[in-house]
């Protein structure tokens, strides 16, 4: 039974499971598990959850690296009719209390090993929680705590398995906080599942394709990836955390089809030119999204694969994917373009004044269509500002869309820096210093001045061995022919920028530190 619109995560699992049992489902260090075996592990974690009264309706966070203990618990807490909570592995205790809190979760799963361990610091926070009934662990479980492995042994009894609408939650998500305290996003399984059933069929992803997500599955980004290979019946190749020092090897032990990656990813390198063929040999399609991708960036990657191209995306926790490039697409627009709209997804640009703005304009972005979510979590006052009366939400992006549909992202709207009353989006300044063989990744962001009210300030992280003078880049920007007033005027280099789980660069965070930081 293949998957078909309108189903849940476990329509999806079982089809795959009763039709191809053999197939790989999950592959990692530990070898393959098929798809009869993903469903007989997450039969035993879900009686295993249900043991300890978890149920419908129940929220547990869950806070793993990409390991099929992952995998296994995502469908087994929403078998149970649960809503599956990210928690970022990076967070600790104060993230991980506001974050518990602002969900009422009932369970959280964290791990107990040497190297990442978050067990104590949601112990030394859980007086705090008193919605927190169970602290599940990866790992050693101390008492009070309930072992992870344990549950997953637990003997399976199918009437644990609840059988859920699509239209009930399922997901909850927590925006990525680059400019403001991270908010809620609830998902229920029509809207994610068919975005992601549409999306898989426009990227030729198919029953013998092999994903790879070098983002993290607590980030939608991450978690798109599996939503993609269970709606093709697709082998989810798993890598449990980015290491630079070994991606090459990595990729190359994948044997992926599909890799999804964020441009900090490849960017050290093309930068240290030691990318070739060999590591990019059978990757069909490989999608660079989560930030600003660099047309050189990306023109550099698609060189070095024989056997198929480069394509960007743009989405969001509010909507999963909301455009993409197609296998298909002129070589310029997949450069250059964040793709056109996912299938049934609407996009627009406003200008100041609210009105529509024809192609080639920029605009603030919004959008509407059946992945976009109802509204933040206990946000009811946001909720009114981020849609309007005709479903259209607004993205908080600024964009360009072409004649032909594709976007193109050109900042956010918070990014716009106001110098002496003349507003400018920097991130076509920072595209510009990119360039520069000396800049691994930059951001510029504004600082108060007493005369302008803001200026720019350029924050580099170099790559090693390299120095750079606010003069050199300036000199690239003249040259360029960038008007003087977005020029940064002040340069600022940090060992490195403040960057989210998912690789973003936390502009809010930034900007608060250059307001405190002597040259």
């Not at 003349?422 to 951001?443: H, Y």
């Amino acid at each position: 039974m293949e998957p078909q619109p309108d189903q849940t995560l476990s329509h999806w699992l079982s089809g795959h499971a009763q039709t191809r049992p053999d197939a790989p489902a999950l592959v990692d260090t530990d070898g393959t598990l098929s798809y009869s075996d993903l469903a007989n592990a997450v039969s035993k974690l879900s009686s295993g959850l249900a043991g300890l009264g978890i149920g419908e309706g129940d929220t547990v966070g869950v806070q793993l690296p990409n390991l099929r203990s992952f995998v296994i618990a995502f469908l087994a807490i929403t078998a149970r009719g649960g809503i599956f909570q990210t928690l970022h592995m990076p967070y600790r205790s104060k993230e991980l209390q506001g974050l518990l809190s602002d969900s009422g979760a009932k369970a959280v799963i964290v791990t107990n090993a040497d190297k990442d361990s978050r067990t104590q610091d949601v112990l030394s926070v859980r007086s705090s929680l008193p919605a927190l009934d169970h602290v599940i662990v990866a790992g050693s479980a101390p008492d009070g705590c309930a072992s992870l492995s344990g549950l997953m042994e637990t003997t399976a009894n199918s009437d644990d398995m609840v059988a859920m609408e699509t239209g009930a939650p399922y997901l909850l998500l927590y925006t990525s906080g680059t400019t403001a305290a991270p908010k809620g996003v609830p998902h229920v399984y029509r809207s994610f599942l068919n975005n992601a059933l549409l999306s898989a069929q426009e990227m030729q992803i198919g029953p013998d394709s092999r994903i790879l997500s070098l983002a993290p599955m607590s980030h939608l980004y991450g978690l798109f990836t599996f939503h993609l290979a269970l709606a093709s019946g697709a082998a989810t190749v798993l890598v449990p955390t980015f290491n630079p020092k070994t991606l090459l090897p990595d990729l190359q032990a994948a044997r992926a089809t599909h890799v999804y990656a964020a441009p900090a990813h490849f960017a050290p390198l093309v930068a240290q030119n030691v990318l070739n063929p060999e590591h990019l040999a059978g990757i069909q399609l490989l999608c660079l999204s989560g930030a600003a991708v660099p047309r050189s960036l990306a023109v550099a990657v698609d060189a070095n694969m024989e056997n198929g191209g480069v394509i960007q995306l743009w989405g969001m926790s509010e909507l999963q994917a909301g455009t993409f490039g197609r296998p298909g697409d002129p070589a310029e627009k997949r450069f250059s373009t964040a793709g056109a709209a996912a299938p049934k997804t609407e996009l627009r640009v406003l200008g100041d004044n609210g009105t529509d703005l024809p192609p080639g304009q920029e605009g603030a972005l919004q959008v509407r269509g059946p992945s976009v979510f109802a509204g933040y979590l206990n946000r009811p006052d946001e909720n009114k500002q981020a849609f309007d009366g005709g479903g259209w939400f607004a993205t908080g992006d600024l964009a360009v869309i072409d004649a032909e549909g594709y976007l193109t992202i050109t900042g956010r709207t918070k990014e716009i820096i106001n110098r002496g009353g003349v507003k400018f989006n920097p991130v076509e300044v920072e595209e510009l210093l990119t360039s520069l063989s000396q800049i691994q990744q930059c951001a510029i962001v504004p600082v108060p001045d007493p005369d302008l009210g803001e200026r720019g300030c350029l924050c580099v992280e170099l790559t090693p061995d390299a120095t750079l003078t606010l003069e050199q880049a300036t000199e690239v920007l003249a040259d360029a022919g960038m008007a003087k007033y977005k020029w940064p005027e002040r340069l600022v280099i940090l060992d490195s920028l403040p960057l989210t789980p998912t690789r973003k660069i936390m502009r809010g965070e930034l900007s608060k530190l250059m307001q405190h930081h002597k040259d």
